[in-house]
Every structure is written in structure tokens, then in C-alpha cells.
């Protein structure tokens, strides 16, 4: 199993959120955040003003999947939110050792 974290823009949750429902997904949490990439929140460099870091409002979209279902995800989380212009975000994905569903106590694959 993998956690995947999509960091996107605001915007486009409702286009995400049905894209990862028609290929299957069984849950998502869904996190109001702030952040900065590379431009450190600026849409343009500013010459003298590159120290200065502004937070942006994001959206963080957490789900838990099958390794199976990795690569689907991210090409679908990809096509849902790009624009080509910077600040479109970026997908984080790191192992989950186990899961418990709390109301049948099933653990692992079948919990998702
Ligand atoms: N290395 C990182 N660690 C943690 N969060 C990050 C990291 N990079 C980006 N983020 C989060 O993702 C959001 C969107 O990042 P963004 O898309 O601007 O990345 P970027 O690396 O600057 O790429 P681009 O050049 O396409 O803008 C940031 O506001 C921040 O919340
Ligand atoms: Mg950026």
C-alpha cells in the first residue's frame, strides 16, 4: 500500500475528486494548507525581492491505495489539475505499513 499526497490548487478539487471516483478511489482526506515551491509563492521572480517567501493556499489530497493502483492515480491526478504553469503542485507517495478499519477490524489490502 502507498499514501499519495497531491499538493494542487484550490480550484481544481471538484475535477479531481470526480476523476479519482470513476477509476475506483475508495476514500480521500481532503486538507486546507498553505505552501511555496520554487518561486517561494511568487507567480514571477521579482529581481530584489527573491528573499521574500509567500505562503499560497493549497490543497492537500491524501489517499491510501493498492500498489496496483499507483501509476493509475498519478496519471489521473496529472491529466485532472495541469495547467503548465507554475504552482500546479506535486504528488508525494511513501509506503503505509498497515491499515485498520476500525468497524471490522480487516487490516491491509482489504481495509482501503
Ligand atoms: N519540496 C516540497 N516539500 C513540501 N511541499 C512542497 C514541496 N514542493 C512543493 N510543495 C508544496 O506544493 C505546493 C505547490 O508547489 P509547486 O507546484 O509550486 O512546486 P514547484 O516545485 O515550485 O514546481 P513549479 O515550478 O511547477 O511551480 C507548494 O505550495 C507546497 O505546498
Ligand atoms: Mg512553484
Not at 471516483?21 to 527573491?50: C, L, P, S, W
Not at 506535486?90 to 482489504?110: A, C, L, N, Q
Amino acid at each position: 500500500m502507498k499514501k499519495i499526497e497531491a499538493i494542487i490548487q484550490p480550484q481544481k478539487l471538484d475535477i479531481l475528486r470526480d476523476a479519482l471516483v470513476n477509476i475506483g478511489i475508495k476514500g480521500m482526506t481532503v486538507t486546507e494548507v498553505m505552501g511555496f515551491g520554487r518561486q517561494k509563492g511568487h507567480v514571477e521572480t521579482y529581481r530584489g525581492a527573491d528573499h521574500v517567501i509567500i505562503f499560497l493556499e493549497k490543497i492537500k489530497v491524501e489517499m491510501i491505495v493498492a500498489d496496483s493502483m499507483v501509476e493509475g492515480v498519478v496519471s489521473t491526478i496529472r491529466t485532472a489539475v495541469i495547467t503548465g504553469n507554475v504552482g500546479d503542485g506535486k504528488i508525494f507517495i511513501s509506503p503505509v505499513d498497515d491499515i485498520v478499519r476500525i468497524r471490522t477490524g480487516e487490516r491491509g489490502d482489504v481495509a482501503i
